[in-house]
C-alpha cells in the first residue's frame, strides 16, 4: 500500500513563508511525476507545481517566482517552498505522484489527504 503524507501547513500572514512536505512510503518502485496542487473553496483543484524525476519543474504562473518545489529522491519526499504568501494562496494543498509499485506493474498516481494552508491576517 502507497501513502502520501503532506505536513507543513498552517496559518501565516501575509507575507510569511510556509514549507511543505510530501513523504511517500510503502511498497514503491519508482517515483515518476510528483506534484503540488490545491483547492480553495468553491473553486476547482489546480495544479501549483509538478517535479520530474530528473528535477526538471512547471510552475503555475500565479505563483511563478514565489513558490518553489524540490524532491529529494533518495527520501522519496517533495517540497513545496512558498515565500510572499497572498491570502489568495489559501487553499488545502495536496501532494501527488506517480508510482510504480513492482517491475511489470503499470505506474498509477497517488494522492495525499491535504493540508491546509491558510493566509491571513
Known amino acids: 500500500q502507497v501513502q502520501l503524507v503532506e505536513s507543513g501547513g498552517g496559518l501565516v500572514q501575509p507575507g510569511g513563508s510556509l514549507r511543505l512536505s510530501c513523504a511517500a512510503s510503502?511498497?514503491?518502485?519508482?517515483?515518476?511525476?510528483m506534484g503540488w496542487y490545491r483547492q480553495a473553496p468553491g473553486k476547482q483543484r489546480e495544479m501549483v507545481a509538478v517535479i520530474a524525476v530528473g528535477g526538471s519543474t512547471n510552475v503555475a504562473d500565479s505563483v511563478k517566482g514565489r513558490f518553489t518545489i524540490s524532491r529529494d529522491n533518495a527520501k522519496k519526499t517533495m517540497y513545496l517552498q512558498m515565500n510572499s504568501l497572498k491570502p489568495e494562496d489559501t487553499a488545502v494543498y495536496y501532494c501527488?505522484?506517480?508510482?510504480?509499485?513492482?517491475?511489470?506493474?503499470?505506474?498509477?498516481?497517488?494522492w495525499g489527504q491535504g493540508t491546509q494552508v491558510t493566509v491571513s491576517s
Open positions: 510503502g511498497r514503491i518502485f519508482s517515483i515518476y511525476d
Open positions: 501527488y505522484a506517480r508510482i510504480k509499485v513492482a517491475l511489470g506493474i503499470t505506474s498509477s498516481d497517488y
